[in-house]
């Protein structure tokens, strides 16, 4: 088994602030994963990401991409779901060319669909989406749809595990988000039965940090916060370990690379060696 710990986006510590600077950080860490983050704008060209994937082999980090938040495959308007596949489509290209093998997505809002709809409907976009990444030979990166933390937004864990179900292609996984999971569940959280339906994964890709609770309305909101117990991070360490799992686990926290390196100091006291 292998753990693959950093930063969603470029370490807040590095001397120069770029993709280089975060990678020379994140070596003198000694942490080895970074999500690439495509949040706003996809910008890197092609010839950029081929570099940027050269120079993590050269630092042994593994790379992962975030798409663009700027996507709603389930929206009414034509133009938004056209939009919202050629942005993703746009991040598989550079993650392919750079080596990352995941390519996160916030897929979709219900909007005024039920449940049944959304799932159908998803599943005919997600096999376009497919079907053009073949048509593009794409091999390694993977299209990888993130847990939410909002009824609201599609979808849950087993929902998208049952989309892969169907669906039934290589170039299909999910992010798993510890934090949102933990949300969506107003402070409740079983990292057993989790690991326990991702047992078939090859390795897990995943993002951890916590939530901020609002204690008028007494739920978690969508914000991410520190890593301190809102969720716990030991206990999904000792399942890991416990299960030999694959993992990659970014950090989402407001420190990014700091909460990976805490993440890293808690495996090392439970016995792992990175």
Known sequence: MRIFLGPGGNCLTAKESSTLGSFERLKELKLNAQEIEFVRNIYLSQKAAEEVGRQAKNYGIELSVHAPYFINLLSDKKETVDAS????????????????????????????????????????????IIEEMEKMKIKEAKLAYETMEKESQFAGLDELLQLMKEVKSKLLTICVDFAHLYGRENG???????????????????????????????????????????PPFEPLAKEILKRNVEITIISESPKLELDSLKMKETFEKLGYKF
């Open 85 to 128: 596949i050629k942005r993703i489509l746009e991040s598989v290209d550079r993650a392919e060319r750079m080596g990352a093998k995941f390519v996160v997505v916030h897929a979709a809002y219900y909007g005024k669909l039920s449940k049944e709809e959304a799932f159908q409907k998803m599943k005919e976009i997600t096999l376009k």
């Open 188 to 230: 409740k959280i079983d990292y057993s039965r989790i690991l326990d339906k991702l047992k078939e994964f090859k390795q897990i890709h995943s993002h951890f940090s916590n939530l901020k609770y609002n204690i008028n309305t007494k739920r978690f909101l969508d914000v991410h916060m520190p890593i301190d117990s809102n």
